[in-house]
């Protein structure tokens, strides 16, 4: 089995579970160059394939991946499920490693190293009963196993023996040239980003066949790694991919200016604002108030059918040259070169579509949702700063009413045939078919509990939004739309029954297509044909989308 954890250009790549679970990994890159993020794209995967894992978290970062899975947290703080100082971990990491739980050890708030030494000791001494696939990460490792005589010599002995015992180890650091050169040596996969310390780099200078590869590190960016050793056939440059639940490792920022109040010595420090999927700030809830007015997706010329294109800002030159450069950079990436063969404008389209539905406790309040769709996938399309492309629903397109409602309300952690029932309110029979259908389609599959249930478990590449979280309004101008225009593959039909599924009492009340500006370039290399889109209001590429 593969963990899909990365990209490689614009394809997957997929990491051997088997390795990383029973092997011995380590993570390894400069701070700020993606190493939690990547480490929580694991665990998310980790989770969702039902692989067991306890993570030491230093820096109490990692909580939110409790947002989306089943995770067990320990801790220090109120909200934790269990306190640090006084949970039976015996008992907790037996049931763990029996059951394959999820555990975040979040030792940021007390003696970490008493805290991991006594975690270690523990895992040794059940997995040398138990001996079932359980991972050990181990978040920066130069703090537990030094090169010094503090070294927990736990670690290294599992770095050493736990393999054979089924438990993996993954170590991660920002340090490479201070951490127990024995642990790191036992590392049988790597998984290197970003290094500029000149120890560092020699550090790790022995994973690399010459001085010219290492010297790549330098120039890496954040998310970028090298994988290697058996977790992939070969040594590949990828980036780790979206982050399903939120960063929480974010880097503060002084924020220019401040407002004319404050003293001269005040400093302001906010969240990095980047614009990743998993880092904006949650999508406002929809407007609470009884009726209340929509603000629609696209407020301006919305009632003249004749205008409906946005308009485009990019030069064809100034495209042909965006695509040059990114040409060029994969050429330094994956040494081959690309030759651009043909280049065009064409026109997106996009559906714009606006539902109306009961809310409230009560289902009493009428609610509003708008939102923007890409007219070919269903994946959700955000145009406040360019075209982004969002979580949506492309997986859910062709499915009736029924097959949503279930989708909608499967968890990680799965559910009975009766408790689905219960939860979508549907009827025997209704869930019977749907789930015969979601099984053929594979977006569903099963497991049996250990006391014998079928249990059935999404197999979704993201979580579904909730109608309540969308709402997009977008203020462009249209204009009348110039060439041949291809409409839309998604149908009202297809997007009622998401809807309905998704909220039995939802319609929709407005539904207009929309043409969107990019460029697509068709790029040949020896490695075949691909296509690029430019995004023909900001000149950056569209990525995860392809127009057909
Ligand atoms: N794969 C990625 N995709 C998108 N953004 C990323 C990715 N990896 C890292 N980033 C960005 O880089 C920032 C720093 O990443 P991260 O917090 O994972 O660094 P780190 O290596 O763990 O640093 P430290 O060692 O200081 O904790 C993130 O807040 C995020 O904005």
């Known amino acids: 089995m593969d963990l899909g954890v990365g990209r490689v250009g614009d394809r997957d790549l997929g990491i051997s579970a088997q390795e990383i679970v029973t092997g011995r990994t380590c993570v390894i890159a400069q701070s700020g160059a993606g190493k939690s993020w990547g480490i929580a794209v694991l665990c998310e995967h980790l989770c969702r394939s039902y692989i067991g894992f306890c993570l030491i978290d230093t820096e109490g970062e990692y909580f939110s991946l409790k947002d989306r899975f089943p995770i067990i947290w320990i801790g220090s703080d109120e909200s ?94 920002q340090r490479p040239s201070l951490v127990q050169k024995n642990v790191l040596s036992q590392c049988n996969n790597q998984i290197i980003g970003k290094l500029t310390i000149d120890n560092d780099l020699k550090a790790v200078s022995h994973f690399f066949d010459s001085r010219k590869e290492v010297e790549e590190l330098i120039t890496l960016d954040p998310g970028e790694f090298f994988v290697m050793g058996g977790l992939v056939r070969e040594k590949t440059l990828m980036k780790f991919g979206e982050r399903e639940t939120q ?10 200016g401040r407002p004319p109040e404050m003293r001269e010595t005040d400093t302001v420090l906010v969240p990095e604002a980047k614009p990743e999927r998993s880092q904006l700030p949650p999508e406002p809830l929809l407007v609470d108030e009884e009726d209340s007015e929509l ?47 043909a280049m065009e404008r064409i026109s997106w389209p996009l559906l714009s579509v606006e539902v109306k539905y009961l809310g409230g406790i009560l289902k009493k309040t009428t609610r509003r949702a708008s939102f923007i769709l890409e007219g070919f996938h269903g994946e959700r399309v955000d145009l406040t700063n360019g075209f982004m492309v969002r979580p949506g629903f492309a997986e859910l397109i062709g499915l009736d009413e029924a097959s949503v409602a279930i989708l909608k309300n499967l968890t990680p952690a799965g559910l009975t045939a009766l408790e689905i029932e219960a939860d979508a309110g549907l009827m025997p029979g209704d869930v019977k078919k749907a789930l015969k259908s979601l099984q053929k389609q594979k977006r569903i599959t099963t497991m049996k509990s250990e006391e014998g249930a079928v249990i059935y478990l999404p197999l979704l590449d993201h979580p579904i939004p909730k109608l309540s979280n969308l709402h997009q309004s977008f203020t462009t101008r249209l204009t009348t739309p110039s060439g041949e225009c291809r409409g839309p593959a998604i149908t009202e039909d297809d997007l009622r029954k998401i809807v309905k599924g998704l909220e039995p009492t939802a319609e929709i009340t407005k539904m207009k297509v929309i043409y969107y500006p990019v460029y697509e370039a068709i790029v040949a290399s020896d490695s075949g044909e691909r296509r690029i889109y430019i995004d023909g209001q900001t000149g950056r590429e569209i990525r995860g989308m392809t127009y057909n």
């Open 247 to 256: 960063h929480r490792g974010v880097t503060p920022q002084i924020l220019p």
């Open 295 to 341: 603000i629609p997706a696209f407020p301006t010329d919305e009632d003249d059918e004749t205008k409906n294109a946005v308009p485009t800002l990019l030069e064809r030159d100034e495209a042909l040259r965006a695509v040059q450069s990114l040409c060029r950079k994969s050429f330094w990436r994956r040494r081959y070169l690309d030759r651009i063969t």
């Open 80 to 173: 934790c499920d269990y306190d640090i100082e006084s949970v039976d971990l015996h008992s907790i990491m037996r049931e763990a490693i029996i059951s394959s739980r999820f555990i975040v050890f979040d030792v940021s708030e007390v003696d970490m190293r008493v805290k991991a030494t006594a975690l270690v000791n523990i895992l040794y001494e059940l997995e040398s009963e138990l001996r079932r696939p359980f991972l050990l990460i181990v978040e920066e490792a130069d703090k537990f196993i030094p090169q010094s005589r503090d070294s927990i010599k736990m670690i290294e002995e599992i770095s050493r023996r736990g393999r054979k015992r089924g438990l993996g180890l993954l170590v991660a650091t």
